[in-house]
Structure formats: structure tokens, C-alpha cells
């Protein structure tokens, strides 16, 4: 998980360096480690869908602070 939090940090940090005013991340619901991931990153749970394979998967916001 260290490796992952560090890379997905850099890519929150990348991201909202580029414009947007926030991130998506979609995580299947029975993978706990990458939930752990983005929840630890500052993500938090805006939803769920079906995405185009069938997949159920959880989505999850994490939004640039405002100055």
C-alpha cells in the first residue's frame, strides 16, 4: 500500500496541477486495499455504477480545496 498511496498522490497532485477541480477514482467494491488507497488519499464515496464490462465498481471524489 506505500507504494500505491505514493502514486496515487502524485497523480491527485499531477491532476489538480493541470486544471481540474477534481478527481474520480472507481474501485470494485471487494478490493479493500485500493478502497484503502483512495480513502487514505482523501477521496470520498460519491457513488456506484455498472461500468462497460458489467462491473459493479464504487466511485469515489476527491475535490481541490478552495484557497
Known amino acids: 500500500q506505500g507504494a500505491a498511496r505514493a502514486a496515487v498522490g502524485l497523480l491527485v497532485q499531477a491532476a489538480f496541477d493541470g486544471g481540474p477541480v477534481e478527481v474520480l477514482a472507481e474501485v470494485s467494491p471487494d478490493n479493500?486495499?485500493?478502497?484503502a488507497v483512495v480513502r487514505h488519499a482523501g477521496f470520498a464515496r460519491a457513488g456506484a455504477r455498472t461500468d462497460a464490462d458489467g462491473e459493479y465498481v464504487v466511485q469515489?471524489?476527491?475535490r481541490l480545496a478552495p484557497n
Open 32 to 35: 479493500l486495499a485500493s478502497t
Open 60 to 62: 469515489w471524489v476527491r
